[in-house]
């Protein structure tokens, strides 16, 4: 296996540590910027504190860089994005 994410992955963990407890936010996803074009990751937390996302097909299927940016909001109002991380999605055979 390789630490390389390549175009047409589908199964890759996203995981996103959030470096706080959000065992209590009630709305949460991932916005993902690939190419230039804004798309939406439903995810789930995962551990309190840790945004989960598993990529289904068509997910990632131009190469790239990819940015994720963390969305999530609490009751009582609180709602806002977390720290924008990026990672590299390699043509095949590369």
Do not use: C
Not at 19 to 38: H, P
Not at 55 to 76: E, K
């Amino acid at each position: 296996m390789s630490n390389k994410v390549y175009v047409d992955d589908i199964g890759l963990e996203i995981i996103i540590d959030m470096q706080a407890d959000i065992s209590a936010a009630v709305t949460f996803s991932l916005t993902v910027l690939k190419n230039g074009v804004e798309v939406t990751w439903a995810s789930a937390v995962y551990n309190d504190r840790y945004l989960r996302y598993v990529t289904a097909s068509g997910d990632l299927d131009d190469a790239g860089v990819y940015y994720i940016q963390p969305n999530i909001a609490f009751t009582g109002g609180w709602s806002g994005k977390g720290e924008t991380v990026n990672f590299t999605v390699h043509p095949k055979w590369r």
